[in-house]
């Protein structure tokens, strides 16, 4: 046996010999694909039966199977643009929606399907995914980073730099998607503001009290 279980195999290699019992010839078994050895049922001595002997997975493209819910199923369109990140932490990649099945799972959700590529391996099949599908797409005048946004007093605001200060600006907030908030109101567009660590600037304008109300 020349290949064992896990191990990356090309087109064209040689995975076992094997003994015909009639003619006693001896033919090599080769890969067909590239891909990974997942499942090796045949062993040394033994006799085939006919059965398969190996199994190859071509790992370089993956399918994401998410489960769409009834209260979501109206909104997920093929060709919607979707975000997934392993479920144990990681970057996320983008991908699209090729497929939605058109029978309900034993759970009420509809399968739908993404292809991402894996030619790197960093998506092993079985990992576990959490994903984020586009639903709607919206043109704003003006958006700002909610990792930007505090509470202040009764208001959600931002913290706005004029020269070398901050100071506050007390937003009208509309939609909220991601990580962007619409404003309604309440800042200028192309005004600089703070986006992270904002909580650590406003705990210090509170215990100095230095702030502008605007």
């Known amino acids: 046996m020349d290949v064992f279980l896990g191990e990356v ?3 064209g290699q040689t ?13 090599s078994i080769t890969a067909p694909i590239d891909g990974v050895l997942t499942e090796r049922v045949a ?3 033994e006799q085939t039966g006919g059965r398969p002997l190996f199994t190859i ?4 493209s993956v399918w994401v199977k998410l489960a769409v819910f009834p209260g979501d199923r109206a909104r997920v369109r093929l060709g919607a643009n979707v975000s997934i990140a392993p479920a ?3 970057a996320a990649v983008m991908g699209t929606i090729s497929y939605i099945n058109v029978m309900i799972d034993a759970n009420q959700a509809v399968a739908a399907r993404v292809e991402l590529d894996n030619t790197d391996g ?3 099949p079985g990992t576990y995914v959490t994903a ?8 704003v005048p003006l958006a700002v980073r909610r990792s930007g946004l505090q509470s202040f007093r009764d208001f959600t605001v931002v913290y706005a730099q004029i020269g070398d200060e901050y100071e506050v600006r007390m937003l009208d907030l509309g939609r909220q998607a991601g990580d962007w908030a619409e404003v309604l109101g309440g800042l200028d567009p192309g005004t600089r ?4 660590n904002s909580y650590v600037l406003k705990a210090d304008i509170e215990k100095t009290g230095a702030v502008h109300d605007h």
């Not at 997975?57 to 370089?60: F, H, N, P, V, W």
């Not at 984020?132 to 043109?139: A, K, L, W």
């Open 43 to 45: 062993h040394a001595g």
């Open 57 to 60: 997975i071509d790992t370089s």
């Open 193 to 196: 503001y703070v986006t992270e």
């Open 132 to 139: 984020e599908i586009q639903v709607g797409e919206y043109e």
């Open 9 to 11: 195999v090309t087109e």
């Open 88 to 90: 144990t932490g990681g």
């Open 122 to 124: 960093a998506w092993p």
């Open 15 to 27: 995975l076992a010999t094997v003994e015909s019992n009639e003619s006693l010839n001896v033919y």
